[in-house]
């Protein structure tokens, strides 16, 4: 019997582990089936016969044996004398089984049964990614950094899959090497060019909701509940979590002992600060909570137009409004309120300060106290302030404070 070498072809399903075996015999079969009905006009009396394992195939014929002069349908029937000629003890009203050449097909036959089995094959294994990445959407997962490039990294998964991790669904501050392993969670399966494409994200909410799952017990049996989150990568988190169990601290719970749980979780976002705050249905309470770390004085809330105005002191103003507006603007988001802040005196807020802790990713934290002891506890208190006059002030260096000055100025310029 000739084969036509499909071993490469069966090796590649072998080596698919997604296609099971009788997927695999199914489309073999189809492919000859569809090349002996090219051939012979009809596959009904054939049998296709795999064998996976060593990677070749048997055709088998049956025709039933009839008198010379009964012979109707020769592709049905053959007659006594020419079955005799291939085997003398056969009987009329027998079946006749002739193994098939495949050469007898031809060559360009074979080749286009060839590159027909290696597209079956190819679509198979799509498929298979396809399904099993979209059962997995939401979930985290670790993979390789196979190559970075500026708009995407492409990723490898421990079957040798490739994933893609885009420059939008990174943290501003990511910085990847080839080699080294990340975290990332499964955003979508897209199609590109009729291939399917995974996504993954590290700036998903889902990220930040999975990664606390896996670092808070109560969290992933079911005892707490992650309501909502929102996200500035990066920058800012902010979560309400509610407890089925009224004697479990939500919050608590999440942070841990001395922040242990939180501050893995930090370090994975790039030093992300993240507010854990009680779930609330009290809508003041809610937002009271999303405004951390400020503390309000008194609010005016238009339940019908979703819209609040909250009044603080001065000094928790550019604590309620944060960096580059960041705090308020999450706020809004978990609540679904828009926010309008004032000062107590009703004056509203126009123009945009910032806490000076916000910088001490830049600034170091004895500088910071410097500045607050005497007086300083905002950005543009010290813009304010002049550069003599806070050398007058403060025990600091004349180029520590043009720094940090600089610094400060720097930050305005950005947000105008």
């Given at each position: 019997?000739?084969?036509?070498?499909?071993?490469?072809?069966?090796?590649?399903?072998?080596?698919?582990?997604?296609?099971?075996?009788p997927?695999?015999?199914?489309?073999?079969?189809?492919?000859f089936?569809?090349?002996?009905?090219?051939?012979?006009?009809?596959?009904?009396?054939?049998?296709?016969?795999v064998?996976?394992?060593?990677g070749?195939?048997?055709i088998?014929?049956?025709?039933?044996?009839?008198?010379?002069?009964?012979?109707?349908?020769?592709?049905?029937?053959?007659?006594y004398?020419?079955?005799i000629?291939?085997?003398?003890?056969?009987?009329?009203?027998?079946d006749?089984l002739?193994?098939?050449?495949i050469?007898?097909?031809?060559?360009?036959?074979?080749?286009?049964?060839?590159?027909?089995?290696?597209?079956?094959?190819?679509d198979?294994?799509?498929n298979?990614?396809?399904?099993?990445?979209?059962?997995?959407?939401g979930?985290?997962?670790?993979?390789e950094i196979?190559?970075?490039?500026?708009k995407e990294?492409?990723?490898?998964?421990?079957?040798?899959?490739?994933?893609i991790?885009?420059?939008?669904?990174?943290?501003?501050?990511d910085f990847?090497?080839?080699?080294?392993?990340?975290r990332?969670?499964?955003?979508?399966?897209d199609m590109?060019?009729?291939?399917?494409?995974?996504?993954?994200?590290?700036t998903?909410?889902l990220?930040?909701?999975?990664?606390?799952?896996?670092?808070?017990?109560?969290?992933?049996?079911?005892?707490?509940?992650?309501?909502?989150?929102?996200?500035?990568?990066?920058?800012r988190?902010?979560?309400?979590?509610e407890?089925f169990?009224?004697?479990?601290d939500p919050?608590?719970?999440?942070?841990?002992?001395k922040?242990?749980?939180?501050?893995?979780?930090?370090?994975?976002?790039?030093n992300?600060?993240i507010?854990?705050?009680?779930?609330?249905?009290?809508?003041?309470?809610?937002?009271q909570?999303?405004?951390?770390?400020?503390?309000?004085?008194?609010?005016?809330?238009?339940?019908?137009?979703?819209?609040?105005?909250?009044?603080?002191?001065?000094d928790?103003?550019?604590?309620?409004?944060?960096?580059?507006?960041?705090?308020?603007?999450?706020?809004?988001?978990?609540?679904?309120?828009?926010?309008?802040v004032?000062r107590?005196?009703?004056e509203?807020?126009?123009?945009?300060d910032?806490?000076?802790?916000?910088?001490?990713?830049?600034?170091?934290?004895?500088?910071?106290?410097?500045?607050?002891r005497?007086?300083?506890?905002t950005?543009?208190?010290i813009?304010?302030?002049?550069?003599?006059?806070?050398?007058?002030?403060?025990?600091?260096?004349?180029?520590?404070?043009?720094?940090?000055?600089?610094?400060?100025?720097?930050e305005?310029?950005?947000?105008?």
């Amino acid at each position: 019997m000739a084969s036509i070498n499909l071993i490469e072809a069966f090796q590649e399903f072998k080596d698919a582990e997604s296609i099971d075996r009788p997927t695999m015999m199914k489309v073999v079969e189809d492919v000859f089936k569809t090349l002996l009905r090219k051939k012979y006009g009809s596959d009904e009396n054939f049998d296709v016969i795999v064998n996976a394992e060593k990677g070749d195939l048997e055709i088998i014929r049956r025709r039933q044996i009839r008198d010379d002069d009964d012979v109707d349908n020769p592709l049905e029937e053959v007659s006594y004398s020419e079955a005799i000629k291939i085997q003398p003890d056969y009987e009329v009203g027998e079946d006749l089984l002739e193994e098939v050449d495949i050469l007898d097909f031809g060559r360009r036959a074979i080749l286009a049964a060839k590159q027909t089995l290696a597209s079956r094959i190819n679509d198979l294994k799509k498929n298979a990614l396809v399904k099993k990445y979209s059962d997995r959407i939401g979930d985290i997962m670790n993979a390789e950094i196979y190559q970075v490039w500026k708009k995407e990294v492409l990723l490898l998964d421990e079957e040798g899959n490739e994933l893609i991790l885009p420059k939008s669904e990174q943290i501003p501050q990511d910085f990847f090497k080839k080699g080294e392993n990340i975290r990332a969670v499964i955003a979508r399966v897209d199609m590109k060019n009729n291939s399917p494409v995974i996504i993954l994200s590290r700036t998903s909410p889902l990220f930040l909701a999975k990664l606390l799952e896996i670092e808070v017990p109560e969290i992933f049996d079911g005892l707490i509940t992650i309501k909502k989150i929102v996200r500035e990568p990066g920058e800012r988190a902010k979560v309400a979590v509610e407890s089925f169990d009224d004697r479990i601290d939500p919050v608590g719970a999440c942070v841990g002992m001395k922040g242990s749980r939180i501050h893995g979780i930090v370090r994975e976002l790039k030093n992300e600060n993240i507010d854990v705050i009680n779930f609330t249905t009290n809508t003041q309470l809610l937002i009271q909570r999303s405004l951390t770390p400020s503390k309000i004085s008194y609010m005016n809330i238009d339940a019908e137009k979703m819209h609040a105005e909250v009044y603080l002191k001065a000094d928790q103003v550019s604590l309620a409004i944060g960096r580059r507006g960041v705090n308020i603007k999450l706020a809004s988001e978990l609540t679904g309120y828009e926010l309008d802040v004032y000062r107590e005196d009703e004056e509203i807020v126009d123009e945009f300060d910032i806490d000076l802790d916000e910088f001490s990713d830049e600034i170091e934290t004895w500088i910071i106290d410097e500045f607050k002891r005497v007086g300083c506890d905002t950005a543009r208190s010290i813009l304010n302030l002049g550069a003599e006059e806070l050398e007058k002030r403060t025990d600091l260096e004349k180029e520590t404070i043009a720094d940090v000055r600089r610094i400060l100025q720097e930050e305005f310029d950005k947000g105008e």
